[in-house]
C-alpha cells in the first residue's frame, strides 16, 4: 500500500508510542479500525447504487 520496508514500521511504531504512550495505543488502533471499517462500508454502498443521489434536494 505505501511500500514500507520492516524498519519503517518499526520506526513509526516506536516513534507512536513515544508520542503517544503505551496507554493510548490501543485506543487510537481502535479508533482507526472503526474509521477504516466505516469508510469501507461507505464506499461498498456507493458502489452498490451508483445511480441514487446522496441526498432527497428537488430545487
Sequence with gaps: MFNL???EVVIV????LL???P?????LGG???KTLRSFKE????AEEEP????HDYEG
Design 5 to 7: 520496508g520492516w524498519t
Design 13 to 16: 511504531g516506536v516513534v507512536a
Design 51 to 54: 445511480d441514487k443521489p446522496d
Design 31 to 33: 479508533a482507526f479500525g
Design 19 to 21: 508520542i503517544f504512550g
Design 42 to 45: 461507505g464506499m461498498t454502498k
Design 23 to 27: 496507554k493510548k495505543i490501543p485506543e
